[in-house]
């Protein structure tokens, strides 16, 4: 079975251009999330999607963004590119809340984000 | 490959030690508790997890050991070999509708074991 993927692995921007990320999540699994893990920082919880709606986000500016497509697959978008946006991009999904036995999320390897 | 962190507080154990990382948690409304283990250039990996009726859990060569009191909670891997190198990350969550199984991870502690 096929794991969470993510899309692009790498890519470099520059100051103000906008950039979206892709994630595929494991098959029946309908939440998405997304982390930023600035270097040298841990990860900070982004954006919560479940059955095509945000439920949550994060403590970011309104340029972040995404959306989650019928298919549960997943877009983070972010706007007017600033450096320390510079990361790498995590996506994880789970099963719906409490469904099955654990709240595990199970994380992609990342788009790792350089802007210039 | 890539560094995840590199200011992150290092644990440096000898190959075949035990090793204790421990990891301090601030929601005392967390039902809920994981340690991810993410290698250079890759994404967390699951290692063990535990609820909060729970004070200890075993799995094959980690334990994890969870104080409510304190909001403590602590990895401890047995026999550590090389390829336990890497950073682990604990998380939380409440586990309700409003956050669903969104974690909050803490800062990392990066593990170096030396042959």
């Known amino acids: 079975e096929a794991g969470v993927t993510q899309s692009p692995t790498h890519l470099i921007k520059t100051r103000g251009q906008q950039v979206t990320l892709r994630c595929s999540p494991i098959?029946?699994?309908?939440?998405v999330y997304w982390y930023q893990q600035a270097l040298g920082l841990g990860l900070q919880f982004l954006l919560w999607?479940?059955?095509?709606?945000?439920?949550n986000r994060g403590n970011f500016p309104p340029r972040f963004s995404g959306r989650q497509f019928p298919n549960y697959s997943s877009e983070l978008n972010v706007n007017a590119l600033e450096l320390e946006d510079s990361a790498l991009y995590l996506c994880?999904?789970?099963?719906?809340?409490?469904?099955?036995?654990?709240?595990?999320?199970?994380f992609g390897e990342g788009s790792r984000l350089t802007v210039l | 490959g890539e560094s995840v962190g590199l200011h992150l507080p290092t644990l440096s154990v000898q190959e075949g030690d035990n090793s204790i990382i421990n990891c301090a948690y601030s929601n005392s409304a967390s039902d809920y508790f994981i340690w991810y283990k993410q290698e250079s250039g890759k994404g967390p990996q699951f290692i063990i997890d535990i609820r909060s009726n729970m004070d200890k859990r075993q799995g094959q060569r980690v334990t994890v050991l969870l104080n409510k009191t304190v909001k403590h909670l602590s990895l401890q891997i047995a026999a550590t070999q090389p390829g336990d190198s890497a950073v682990y990350f604990c998380a939380e969550t409440p586990r309700n509708n409003n956050a669903g199984n969104m974690l909050t991870f803490g800062g990392g502690t990066r593990l170096m074991v030396k042959p």
């Open positions: 098959s029946g699994h309908t939440s």
């Open positions: 999607y479940d059955e095509g709606e945000e439920r």
């Open positions: 994880a999904s789970s099963l719906a809340i409490l469904a099955g036995d654990t709240g595990e999320l199970f």
